[in-house]
C-alpha cells in the first residue's frame, strides 16, 4: 500500500463511503505510519483513507499537545448532546476554512495500527478532529455541513482558483 497525493474536492472517491478492513495485518503499522508522515508534510491534523484513494476505514489525527492516533473500523457510539462552533479546513478543500457546529465531545470505539481495540472518550480539539475524520469514512466533507449558500461560494471560489 503505497500513499499518492492527497486528492482535493471534485475527485469523486472523496464522495464515496469506505470499507471496512477485514484484518488488520502488519502492512497497517506501515501504513499508519506513513498516512501520519503524510498528514505532517501536509501540515494538517488528521487523514482519512478516501483521502489518499483508498477506500478502507481508517484515519490517522494528530491533535496539539497530543501523540498521532490511529483509528481503523471506529464507530462513534455516544455524542454530547451540546454543540459547538469551531474553525475547521482540511487538506482536500486547501486554503478554505469555515465554521463547523458538531457535538462538543464523543466516544469512540475503533482498532489501532496493531489490531488492539480501544475506546476513547473525546471533547474539545480531539473530539472536532475525529468527527471530522471520521465523516471522511462516509464521504462527507467539512463544508456539506454549512448553509447551501456558504458552500456554493466555497466551491465557487475553488473552481475561480482552478482556472487562474
Ligand atoms: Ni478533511
Known amino acids: 500500500m503505497d500513499i499518492g497525493e492527497i486528492l482535493t474536492v471534485g475527485n469523486e472517491l472523496l464522495r464515496m463511503k469506505a470499507e471496512p478492513v477485514n484484518r488488520i495485518g502488519p502492512e497497517y503499522v506501515t501504513l499508519a505510519a506513513k498516512m501520519i508522515e503524510a498528514m505532517h508534510e501536509g501540515k494538517g491534523v488528521g487523514l482519512a483513507g478516501p483521502q489518499i484513494g483508498l477506500m478502507k476505514r481508517i484515519f490517522v489525527i ?3 499537545g497530543d501523540t498521532p492516533r490511529v483509528f481503523i473500523n471506529p464507530s462513534i ?3 454530547s448532546q451540546d454543540m459547538v462552533k469551531y474553525e475547521e479546513g482540511c487538506l482536500s478543500v486547501p486554503g478554505i476554512w469555515a465554521e463547523v ?3 462538543s465531545a464523543i ?5 489501532n495500527e496493531k489490531g488492539r481495540p480501544f475506546t476513547l472518550d473525546a471533547g474539545g480539539l480531539l473530539s472536532r478532529i ?3 475524520e471520521y465523516d471522511h469514512l462516509e464521504g462527507v466533507l467539512f463544508i456539506d455541513r454549512l ?3 456558504k458552500r456554493n461560494r466555497i466551491l465557487a471560489r475553488l473552481e475561480k482558483r482552478k482556472k487562474a
Open 62 to 64: 494528530h491533535a496539539e
Open 77 to 79: 457510539i455516544e455524542t
Open 101 to 103: 457546529i458538531r457535538p
Open 107 to 111: 466516544r469512540i470505539q475503533a482498532w
Open 130 to 132: 475525529i468527527q471530522h
Open 147 to 149: 448553509s447551501e449558500s
